[in-house]
């Protein structure tokens, strides 16, 4: 099993930058692909960003292609999204997800393990 919990979310102005965090245990998660999803108000959740166990692989959403970048650091069990250029479009809950091998997918019902989510509001 992998607990995933979710940090960085806050209120930014568009233009800003946030990273978010995202903490796993139960067990490692060097083995596991992760990735970043988001739900925003009336609107199904969707693909943001995923990333391969070694961070070799990635793979982004066209809306946040050159803007968001992720990233992992295995030794600490923990994936990040650093966001920059933000937009008032990007407001939503992000989600963390982990699968247990290395497979990079975009649909979420390949991804094992969730977390709680963090809210991310970008005000104009």
């Known amino acids: 099993q992998v607990q995933l919990v979710e940090s960085g979310g806050t209120v930014v102005h568009a233009g800003g930058s946030l990273r978010l965090s995202c903490a796993a245990s139960?067990?490692?998660?060097?083995?596991?692909?992760m990735a970043w999803f988001r739900q925003a108000p009336g609107k199904e959740r969707e693909f943001v960003a995923a990333i391969s166990c070694s961070g070799g692989n990635t793979n982004y959403a066209d809306s946040v292609k050159g803007r968001f970048t992720i990233s992992r650091d295995n030794a600490k069990n923990t994936g990040y999204l650093q966001m920059n250029s933000l937009k008032p479009e990007d407001t939503a809950v992000y989600y963390c997800a982990a699968r247990s091998d290395g497979v990079v997918y975009t649909l979420s019902h390949y991804y094992n393990y969730w977390g709680q989510g963090t809210q991310v509001t970008v005000s104009s």
């Open positions: 139960g067990r490692t998660v060097s083995r596991c692909a």
